[in-house]
């Protein structure tokens, strides 16, 4: 696989999501400062990281107009109470109209709410672990990410 040019890429973030969606999109994750990460709850955090991963391989607009349905099934994102979803829970979600019905996409979600309640435990937040991450050492965020997603799959 080729590498691609950070500009090649922009070009593509343009084509799929306009310039002012593109724009938007930058401009929610500008300034995220130490600050900013320790200040937002780990219940946003959650929210956030499924977003993401819903949005992966969807439409974006499909998630955007479906998250207030997200935000009721999901129980506003709690980690505490979404990391002790049981098969029932699971279950209620796959029928769940209200979002998309994607049952790896919704186990993942569950075992994320883990990570974020277990660093929090450990951290006092989740956003207090992040903002106190070496920002040189954005690689090794992956590599925890990376490690964690394949021990919850």
């Known amino acids: 696989m080729a590498l691609r040019k950070f500009s090649e890429i922009v070009k593509l973030a343009e084509k799929r999501h306009g310039k002012a969606g593109l724009a938007k ?27 993401a991963v819903f949005s992966a391989g969807f439409s974006w607009d499909v998630i955007e107009k479906k998250w207030p349905g997200f935000e009721i099934a999901f129980e506003k994102f709690d980690p505490k109470r979404v990391a002790a979803y049981d098969d ?9 109209a209200r979002i ?10 569950r ?9 929090a435990k450990e ?23 990376r490690t964690q997603d394949e021990a919850g799959a």
Do not use: C
């Open 25 to 51: 999109r930058l401009a929610e994750h500008d300034g995220a400062k130490p600050p900013k990460l320790k200040s937002q709850k780990d219940d946003r955090w959650l929210a956030s990281m499924s977003r």
């Open 111 to 119: 075992a994320n709410a883990g990570f974020v309640r277990d660093i």
């Open 88 to 96: 029932e829970d699971v279950d209620r979600l796959l029928k769940d």
């Open 123 to 145: 951290h006092g937040s989740f956003g207090k672990f992040l903002a106190n991450w070496p920002s040189s050492d954005e690689a090794g965020l992956l590599e925890l990410a």
């Open 100 to 109: 998309v019905r994607n049952g790896a996409k919704i186990m993942s979600v």
